[in-house]
């Protein structure tokens, strides 16, 4: 692989659940945030929320931002011009979350190069009314991703990902075989069981209904709870079209 100080912030970076009690310089949130707008965009449908009371945040990490969907200040924009948003909801939030997810990647490897460390937090959509009340957010705008930073007072390893053998694909999508799935699962799982990942973090999603557990802490990986998460949670739409309600998105027909 090719190698230079850019590619090397990247390969390096890892979730941090630990912080130090250093609150970060506003030089440093400044570099973090310009870094961050930097990003690629569809329309700019993105905003942050800012919050310096660690007391409250996950991780008692010093910074806490609320990455939002914003159309509310694009249609301000728009009035200003004389126009009305006619775009439907679902594209707006389509492309609002790439805007988002892109800036807020930005901020992670900004970060990291300036030796601070963070980590997302996805409860935020589900939490909207909480967010909304506490930052009086106007309708139309959503609280997407919660990210953590600091700087770090812990060093985890780097974790697994997929293969590129199941990654990436030229020309076209092959037929993923077993054998090329079983592959991917061991890369995943071996990685995680040798970093002592769930068991150092004293985690296992437990299963619901009678489902036996034959899992311990030697054998459960990353595979497995994926698959207890995606496999259990979430299943009802009401739980994102709700709060996405709550924030003036509607985004089932003839809502
Ligand atoms: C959208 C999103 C939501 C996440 N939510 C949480 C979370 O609620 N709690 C947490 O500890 N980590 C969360 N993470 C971090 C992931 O667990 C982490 O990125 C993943 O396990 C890979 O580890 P790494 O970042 O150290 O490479 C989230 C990451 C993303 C992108």
Same mark, same amino acid.
């Not at 390096?12 to 707008?37: C, D, F, H, L, N």
């Given at each position: 692989?090719?190698?230079?100080?850019?590619?090397?912030?990247?390969?390096?970076?890892? $979730?941090?659940?630990?912080?130090? #009690?250093?609150?970060?310089? @506003?030089?440093?949130?400044?570099?973090? %945030?310009?870094?961050?707008? +930097?990003?690629?965009?569809?329309?700019?449908?993105?905003?942050?929320?800012?919050?310096?009371?660690?007391?409250?945040?996950?991780?008692?990490?010093?910074?806490?931002?609320?990455?939002?969907?914003?159309?509310?200040?694009?249609?301000?924009?728009?009035?200003?011009?004389?126009?009305?948003?006619?775009?439907?909801?679902?594209?707006?939030?389509?492309?609002?979350?790439?805007?988002?997810?892109?800036?807020?990647?930005?901020?992670?490897?900004?970060?990291?190069?300036?030796?601070?460390?963070?980590?997302?937090?996805? $409860?935020?959509?589900?939490?909207? #009314?909480?967010?909304?009340? @506490?930052?009086?957010?106007?309708?139309? %705008?959503?609280?997407?991703? +919660?990210?953590?930073?600091?700087?770090?007072?812990?060093?985890p390893p780097v974790r697994p990902r997929y293969p590129l053998e199941v990654s990436l694909f030229e020309g076209a999508y092959p037929e993923l075989t077993d054998d090329m799935i079983d592959r991917a699962m061991r890369v995943m799982d071996e990685g995680y069981l040798a970093q002592g990942y769930y068991r150092?973090?004293?985690?296992?999603?437990?299963?619901?209904?009678?489902?036996?557990?034959?899992?311990?802490?030697?054998?459960?990986?990353?595979?497995?709870?994926?698959?207890?998460?995606?496999?259990?949670?979430?299943?009802?739409?009401?739980?994102?079209? @709700?709060?996405?309600?709550?924030?003036?998105?509607?985004?089932?027909?003839?809502?």
């Open positions: 692989m090719l190698d230079n100080e850019v590619v090397q912030t990247m390969l390096r970076r890892k $979730s941090i659940r630990k912080y130090t #009690e250093q609150m970060p310089s @506003e030089e440093a949130i400044t570099t973090v %945030v310009r870094a961050g707008q +930097q990003a690629p965009f569809a329309y700019q449908l993105c905003s942050l929320l800012l919050s310096r009371e660690r007391e409250g945040h996950p991780f008692r990490a010093p910074l806490l931002f609320t990455v939002c969907v914003d159309a509310h200040r694009l249609e301000r924009v728009m009035a200003r011009r004389n126009w009305q948003m006619v775009t439907n909801d679902l594209s707006l939030l389509f492309f609002g979350i790439q805007d988002a997810a892109l800036l807020a990647e930005n901020m992670v490897i900004a970060a990291e190069s300036l030796g601070m460390g963070s980590c997302f937090l996805g $409860s935020a959509p589900y939490r909207a #009314e909480e967010i909304i009340e @506490e930052n009086k957010l106007p309708p139309r %705008v959503f609280p997407l991703v +919660q990210l953590a930073m600091g700087y770090p007072a812990q060093d150092q973090a004293g985690y296992q999603i437990p299963l619901e209904g009678d489902r036996p557990e034959t899992f311990s802490f030697e054998n459960y990986g990353w595979t497995e709870h994926i698959s207890r998460k995606a496999g259990q949670w979430l299943a009802s739409l009401e739980d994102l079209l @709700e709060p996405l309600a709550m924030c003036g998105f509607h985004v089932t027909p003839g809502s």
